[in-house]
């Protein structure tokens, strides 16, 4: 069965500090992964998106990594902001079927 | 990227009734999914629409509770039919070009408050 996990549920962590946010799949047998950020009752923003044969894909002081071998992909957060307060998704594009299979999601909160 | 229009963004409705959200992309895309998210959930892929046939619904999803249509390559349309209070959620729509390259985007959502 095609699965992606998420790890934490939920993080709390003072302004300022960097962070990583986990995720992992069932299938290595995939087209891309897709980073995500939710906020309260809103649609979904993409933040990054990392082909298949890509190690890593940055923007800003966001940096995803991915790992097919291992099923797993990493969002990492540098120097935190409050704004960066919301729900980060990761969704993965497996080969077969053609749709997205989200993680239930890290909700972070970035306090003052 | 495809931008997604959706509406409505949110709205509130009786029990027994019936809403249509319109989902409109600003280019032609191959791929269009429906998703729900209930209150506290991650997305849950109601169907993918398809261009002029009918819709393929995932598991514990059937065309009678949530038709779907795509006349064109930009525009479709979910009904939530009979509603119940159970069918409160955010009901979102994606649009894409599929395969490795390219990610998918998504509309603003539907808050659907059921009474």
């Known amino acids: 069965k095609q699965e992606v996990t998420q790890i934490p549920a939920a993080l709390s962590v003072p302004e300022g500090e960097n962070l990583v946010l986990n995720c992992s799949f069932t299938d290595s047998a995939i087209y891309n992964l897709q980073w995500f950020r939710q906020d309260p009752g809103k649609g979904l923003t993409s933040l990054l998106l990392i082909q298949s044969s890509q190690r890593e894909q940055t923007s800003g002081r966001l940096n995803a990594s991915l790992d097919k071998s291992s099923g797993r992909s990493t969002l990492y957060i540098a120097a935190s902001q409050p704004g960066d307060s919301a729900t980060y998704l990761c969704a993965v594009l497996y080969n077969q079927g053609g749709k997205l299979i989200f993680g239930q999601g890290t909700e972070l909160s970035v306090k003052p | 990227s495809a931008v997604i229009s959706q509406k409505p963004s949110r709205d509130i409705c009786q029990r027994g009734t019936s809403l249509t959200i319109q989902c409109q992309v600003d280019s032609q895309v191959t791929m269009m999914f429906w998703y729900r998210q209930q209150p506290g959930q991650s997305l849950t892929l109601i169907a993918t629409?398809?261009?002029?046939?009918?819709?393929?619904?995932e598991s514990g999803f059937v065309i009678d509770k949530f038709p779907i249509s795509r006349p064109n390559l930009t525009f479709s349309t979910l009904t939530v039919s009979n509603m119940s209070p159970e069918d409160s959620s955010i009901y979102l729509c994606s649009g894409g070009w599929g395969g490795r390259y390219y990610g998918y985007t998504f509309g603003s959502g539907t808050r659907l408050t059921v009474v």
């Open positions: 629409a398809n261009q002029g046939s009918e819709a393929t619904y």
